[in-house]
């Protein structure tokens, strides 16, 4: 059984900074791609940002050079370092990873639970 659990999520205020983290347990053989989508009120799912195993990102045109993904294949963990933000960056933010399950031939998305981010004054 693998699960993802995201924190970091918080109010903040229009110039701010935070930190999402993204840590996945369990049975993992190998994970892939690692991301962070954002939701808000009203609108759909959207991508923020994607790094590949070997470290190649690209981020969604609204927040490049705003936030920063990395990751730490040692912990099986994704962040997502965000800077200078902005009240339409106010959403529900998921984490995703990309893994192959030890005793699987498949790898599939696994998807954190959501993390509130409000920027407001």
């Known amino acids: 059984q693998v699960q993802l659990v995201e924190s970091g999520g918080d109010l903040v205020q229009p110039g701010g900074s935070l930190r999402l983290s993204c840590a996945a347990s369990?049975?993992?053989?190998?994970?892939?791609?690692m991301g962070w989508y954002r939701q808000a009120p009203g609108k759909q799912r959207d991508l923020v940002a994607r790094?590949?195993?070997?470290?190649?990102?690209n981020y969604a045109n609204s927040v490049k050079d705003r936030f920063t993904i990395s990751r730490d294949n040692a912990k099986n963990t994704v962040y997502l370092q965000m800077n200078s933000l902005k009240s339409e960056d106010t959403a529900v933010y998921y984490c995703?990873?990309?893994?192959?399950?030890?005793?699987?031939?498949?790898?599939?998305?696994?998807w954190g639970q959501g993390t509130q981010v409000t920027v407001s004054s």
């Open positions: 995703y990873q990309n893994i192959r399950a030890s005793g699987s031939t498949l790898s599939r998305d696994y």
């Open positions: 369990g049975s993992i053989f190998r994970i892939n791609d």
């Open positions: 790094i590949t195993f070997i470290g190649i990102t």
